[in-house]
């Protein structure tokens, strides 16, 4: 429901989402999914998870994904990004 409605409004004011890519619940490895998203190379990466944002920031990351990321949904999550270094 959330990533309906969140591209429903972004869409709606002139955002394109170029992809949808699912994350397991619990993601243990999800490399090619982030290495399929950094070659698109979008401006922002809009990440709606239940758990383990440091993974999937971590993970985009090392896939080479140097643009913006946005959380949906989770505490602290602006001061998590900005404690993953970029390599």
């Known amino acids: 429901q959330t990533a309906a409605a969140f591209k429903k409004a972004f869409e709606e004011n002139g955002g394109k989402v170029v992809a949808e ?7 243990v490895d999800f490399r090619n999914e982030a290495t ?3 070659v698109r190379k979008p ?5 709606i998870h239940r758990g383990g944002y440091r993974l999937v920031i971590e993970t985009l990351r090392d896939a080479g994904y140097l643009g913006q990321l946005l959380a949906g949904s989770a505490a602290l999550v602006a001061e998590l990004i900005q404690s993953v270094p970029i390599p």
Do not use: D, G, K, T
């Open 21 to 27: 890519l699912p994350i397991p619940s619990n993601p």
């Open 36 to 38: 399929r998203l950094a």
């Open 43 to 47: 401006e922002l990466v809009f990440i």
